[in-house]
């Protein structure tokens, strides 16, 4: 028999499944804290440049993000997270505008609201024998994780010159689902703003598999997006008329060079810092 200082040191968990975090050189996932940000003052705030991108959850280099499309061994997909997490109140979502972020009290949505809205089905418990409702709850069958195929990422590229810091923060996430409609086809539809900072605290301790050859080398889902380990492209900067690049550019070869103009034109300010 097993005692206790061997049974805490074991692989598995009490189902009998390994259990990454229970590895003798594993953080347990409770005690994993997001990275600090260095929070600068706006006077300190020489430059910024306010980006808007696209993540495509069907490139490679974003599977960790899409995958598993049922939670498993201790992970699940990003909008599985995010879904679950507004369910219980963790998080705000806030209602998605078109050409505007708006992160008030104002414009928060409710998660009941959301539900209906999106048709999602509900699993209702009652009582066998008075037939009262005991519960309603979402199957994760029923979370549309599989048709989250894209997210909208505002961010903001600044230099601080108290800390002489050049540097991204992400700001806020949008999920969008892609439903197949019988007579418009495949539709997209932006589903809810939620804050980067409201959803750290959880993905820090959400763990990502980033690697089908090595299942050690895993790290969360947090590290992920501060380290710039996504894939994505720009579709968006802030500007005076506040379009978005398809609106001005009538070809792919169009939209690809002002990509390329607003990623160098970021690249050479930072360059300019250092030159003497």
Known sequence: MLNAQEAEKSFFDESGDVAISNLPTSIPLDDREPIEYNNPRADDILWQKVVY????????????????????????????TI??????????????????????????????????????????????????????EIDESNIPNREVLKYYAKEVWYFDKHNSVFTVRLIALCPLWYREDYELGLQKRPLFWATYDDLRPYLAKQEALISDKNNGARET????????????????????????????????????????????????????????
């Open 53 to 80: 991108r696209i993540i495509d959850l069907r490139e490679k280099m974003n599977y960790p993000l899409y995958f598993p499309e049922e939670a498993s061994d201790s992970r699940q997909s990003l909008f599985t």
């Open 83 to 136: 879904f679950r997490l507004f369910e219980q109140g963790k998080i705000r979502a806030y209602a998605y505008q078109d050409n505007k972020e708006v992160f008030t009290e104002e414009n928060r949505i409710k998660f009941d609201d959301f539900v209906k809205s999106c048709d999602i089905l509900l699993t209702v418990k009652t009582d066998s024998i008075t037939g009262d409702t005991l519960s309603a």
């Open 221 to 276: 889902v947090d590290d992920l997006f501060i380290k710039r380990r996504f894939g994505s492209y720009i579709f968006k900067e802030s500007s005076i008329m506040n379009r978005n690049i398809l609106q001005y550019n009538n070809t792919a070869e169009e939209m690809h060079k002002e990509q390329n103009r607003i990623k160098t034109e970021i690249i050479n300010f930072e360059q300019d810092l250092w030159e003497y």
